[in-house]
């Protein structure tokens, strides 16, 4: 194993969002180890770049479920946010919607506080070419053509590692794709019902203790 692939919300933080020290003390000991960590995350690039440097990880970061990648300080978009703006613009038109916090700054995707239900907000556009990801967080409206997975793979592919020799760690659904391709997948305790059951190890801790959990046995602490 070569590299860890980590999720931020639900996974290193708590329900708050609160970051968890047992995992930034995990993830920086994988790292002192020579095993780079990679962030994999709905955020925004400059949200996960902060985190990144802030823990002292250096495998690079995909932001915005894939659709902004950061490798060797080159950012590329590889989402089509205008997608996203037909749906959004469809949506509004219907339900009391609302995007998050700073979204001038979301640049593939959309992203809607969780007030109206995901499953109304898949139903409202099920014919619109946009996929519908309910972190738990937020609701994410990203180009289809695009997700974890195919962006993590493009960074390793960068980096000359391949998708067998990383573990990957998430918690919700967003992270299906990068998880399913990762030679060891990792869901921790309070991972969605999907995650947990395609995942080679569930971590008996939650949130960032389980992060450290996985760690601890990834690098055979
Ligand atoms: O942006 C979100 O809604 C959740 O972010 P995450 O992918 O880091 O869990
Ligand atoms: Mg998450």
Not at 71 to 99: F, Q, T, W
Not at 183 to 191: D, M, P, S, T
Request: glycine share 10%; aromatic share 6%.
């Amino acid at each position: 194993m070569r590299a860890i692939a980590v999720d931020i919300d639900g996974t290193i933080t708590d329900k708050k969002r609160r970051l968890s020290l047992e995992a930034v003390n995990a993830l920086r000991g994988a790292e002192e180890a020579g095993v780079p960590v990679i962030m994999v995350t709905g955020n925004i690039l400059c949200f996960a770049m902060a985190t990144s440097v802030l823990i002292g990880t250096s495998g690079g970061v995909v932001a915005e479920n894939g659709g902004v990648l950061h490798i060797n300080d080159e950012v590329r978009v590889l989402g089509d946010i205008s997608k996203a703006e037909m749906a959004y613009s469809h949506l509004k038109g219907i339900y009391p919607v609302r995007k998050v916090q700073f979204s001038d700054l979301r640049v593939s995707e959309i992203a809607l506080t969780r007030d109206v239900p995901a499953d109304t907000v898949r139903e409202a556009l099920r014919d619109f070419d946009v996929e519908v990801y309910d972190t738990g967080f937020a609701i994410h409206l990203t180009d289809p053509s695009v997700n974890k997975g195919s962006s993590l793979e493009i960074l390793l592919e960068s980096r000359g590692i391949g998708m067998e020799d990383v573990m990957a760690i998430g918690d919700s659904e967003n992270d299906l794709e990068f998880i399913e391709a990762a030679g060891f997948r990792v869901a921790v305790a309070n991972a969605d019902p999907e995650l947990r059951e395609m995942a080679d190890y569930v971590t008996s801790a939650a949130h960032g203790e389980g992060v450290a959990e996985a760690v601890r046995r990834f690098m055979g602490w």
